[in-house]
């Protein structure tokens, strides 16, 4: 799955196999080029600034400029709309390290919808977080969905597969097992296609 994300993310290129995105195939060839085709991923390290505000990691490398200066009143504007957008309760010039671990994993995804994300790359993204925290996450997820945005949510926890999903991939050993629809999906249907055989 890490290879998987980084090949999506335009980090590695793959060796063989092929990528489409609306039918299309694409080759991506970039971190750029990635953004290009809309796909954000969420990693499963927080990977933002914790001394710089909300706003400043939302935009960080793409901040907007007038006259050669960084524009913040418009950076802190913006983020707001964005944060506010996903009907969350962050204020954005507030520095990410004063945060909830759950709230900085927001601002990541408001980070990610600010390229105009068609493709959201999920990697274990509740694997620290309280009950009430995930919940908050499905909210958000239902919210994305509703935008038109596809998750591609990697977990080990089942519970949370089968309760979020509409597809169900399995992947054994790197190599692709199967998919199917979610609602025919049982936990004990998925344990089997990740380990090869029937558990007794």
């Given at each position: ?32 080029e ?27 490398g ?9 524009d ?49 790359v ?17 909210e ?11 998750i ?9 597969i ?23 999906m ?15």
């Amino acid at each position: 799955k890490s290879t998987l994300i980084k090949v999506l993310g335009g980090i590695h290129q793959p060796d063989a196999g092929s990528i489409f995105i609306n039918d299309e195939k694409v080759n991506i060839r970039g971190v750029n080029e990635a953004r290009k085709y809309g796909i954000g991923i969420i990693h499963q390290e927080i990977v933002l600034v914790p001394y710089l505000t909300v706003a400043q990691n939302i935009f960080l490398g793409h901040e907007p400029v007038h006259a050669g200066i960084v524009d913040s009143k418009t950076i802190n504007a913006r983020a707001q709309e964005m944060v506010a957008k996903l009907g969350l309760d962050i204020d954005v010039t507030t520095p990410l390290e004063k945060l909830t671990r759950a709230q900085q994993q927001m601002v990541e995804i408001v980070k990610a919808s600010s390229f105009n994300v068609k493709i959201l790359v999920m990697d274990e993204p509740t694997s620290s977080l309280s009950d009430e925290e995930v919940e908050k996450l499905f909210e958000t997820i239902e919210k994305l969905k509703k935008q038109n945005v596809s998750i591609i949510y990697i977990s080990h926890k089942m519970e949370e597969i089968l309760r979020i999903s509409d597809e169900v991939t399995v992947m054994r050993d790197g190599a692709w097992v199967a998919t199917e629809p979610a609602a025919e999906m049982t936990m004990e249907r998925i344990i089997k296609r990740m380990v090869g055989r029937e558990l007794t």
